[in-house]
């Protein structure tokens, strides 16, 4: 013991002789550590983040969009204006078969969508409005932060009410509350607003069918309403060309009795809506898939960002490696008077390890601080969560002692290995 001890203390006043030369030493074993920590946290944080935005789509629910199918006739037809308006997506009848006819399907929410203009005095914005039934609010995992929802009896009476994302209160609105006042949509639909939903952070993409949405900028009002005041066809303006869409519902978001009925569900609503649509007009998506999509790619960039964080660790067992080559040189000498004194060829190893380990060591605890330091200051002037796991630090500090130590071994070897006579006549 007392002998590790002695060794300990040679070691750390050795390496105090030459601070700059060691502190130059260990500098790849630092970066290597705090990026370890940092490029982890950060890529948890993105992961945590996307699988947080999946899970508010709900893990038993499956979404069914309206989508322009990919149909050349229909093109066609539209250009030599044989039909100005374009039929496409889910109806009301879509909508009672899958209440019907699936057994698995709990409930069902359906959803329609469109651009247009919201004003309140002077004061307007574009907003997304959208006519939805009362259980939208609970489907969608949203709430309401003042006033109400709509409730069965505005659908029946077909009630020309409003409830406004967070953002749009906040523009049409920056005084006061907005619940019991009036804002007009377009040109001639005025809606009371009855609440305002809570702010709720912007929902993930999924390829085509399935765009990001930002909710608070939405204007909710009942589907029958929508549908009574603006119709099932749909005018569009876009690059001073007016089109106009026939489409009952753009989306349906169907919940299912438990989750390992999910994908037979989505087997059946896909089998079923393909008995009644000709053209491939809708798209499916299955949330619990894109949660299980997203915890596979979660690994696999854990994996890669590993990788090439321990690429840096790497080097920096490296440049220990040359420098306590170098060291064995310079000190041939002390190492023949020690041998001629008594000292055994395991003490030169321990005196050489001991000193390799107190270098990666202090380089990986420098690195560890480092680390989590530079995820908070990223995430500051970025706005990207991040997450630092208990478990990151920890890991990247005992990779870079094993690997600095395992990078000392063949100087230490080579130090033990020396002839005491040869390494006493060396100057």
């Not at 390496?15 to 630092?30: A, E, F, N, P």
């Not at 409930?107 to 006519?131: S, W």
């Amino acid at each position: 013991m007392n002998r590790t001890l002695n060794a300990i203390k040679l070691a750390l006043r050795n390496l105090m002789l030459y601070k700059l030369r060691s502190l130059l030493t260990v500098l790849g074993l630092i970066f290597g550590v705090s990026s370890v920590v940092a490029m982890l946290a950060i890529a948890e944080g993105a992961s945590l983040e996307a699988q947080r935005q999946i899970a508010d789509l709900g893990a038993t629910n499956l979404i069914i969009r309206s989508r322009k199918p990919d149909d050349e006739n229909a093109s066609a037809k539209r250009q030599s204006n044989e039909s100005l308006v374009f039929a496409y997506g889910l109806t009301q009848k879509d909508y009672d078969r899958i209440i019907a006819t699936i057994p698995t399907v709990l409930t069902a929410a359906p959803l329609r969508e469109f651009r247009r203009n919201a004003r309140y005095l002077d004061k307007d914005m574009d907003i997304r409005l959208v006519g939805v039934n009362p259980d939208f609010m609970r489907m969608s995992n949203h709430s309401v932060a003042q006033g109400r929802f709509f409730e069965d009896l505005d659908m029946a009476r077909y009630a020309n009410v409003a409830v406004l994302g967070a953002e749009v209160a906040e523009k049409l609105f920056p005084f006061g509350s907005p619940v019991g006042k009036s804002i007009r949509i377009d040109d001639g639909q005025y809606f009371k607003v009855i609440g305002v939903a809570a702010p709720k952070a912007s929902s993930a993409g999924s390829g085509s069918s399935l765009a990001a949405q930002d909710f608070n900028q939405d204007v909710y009002i009942p589907l029958p309403t929508d549908l009574a005041r603006f119709g099932e066809i749909l005018s569009n303006t876009k690059q001073g060309t007016l089109t106009f869409e026939k489409i009952a519902m753009s989306q349906i978001t169907v919940t299912v009795d438990a989750m390992e009925n999910v994908k037979r569900t989505d087997e059946a609503i896909k089998s079923l809506l393909k008995q009644f649509h000709t053209r491939t007009d809708y798209a499916v998506t299955v949330p619990l898939e894109l949660l299980e999509k997203a915890e596979a790619t979660k690994r696999i960039f854990n994996m890669v960002l590993g990788s090439i964080a321990s690429i840096s660790l790497l080097v920096g067992g490296i440049g220990i490696m040359n420098i306590m080559l170098a060291t064995v040189t310079e000190r041939t000498r002390e190492i023949g008077i020690r041998r001629a004194l008594g000292a055994k060829r395991k003490d030169i190893i321990l005196q050489f390890l001991i000193e390799t380990a107190v270098l990666s060591g202090t380089g990986g605890l420098i690195g560890v601080v480092l680390g989590l330091i530079a995820p908070p200051v990223v995430s500051q002037f970025s706005g990207l969560p991040v997450v630092i796991q208990p478990y990151s630090p920890i890991i990247a500090f005992f990779i870079a002692l094993i690997i600095g130590v395992a990078f000392g071994v063949y100087p230490a070897r080579r130090a033990a290995m020396m002839d005491p006579v040869d390494a006493l006549r060396s100057e």
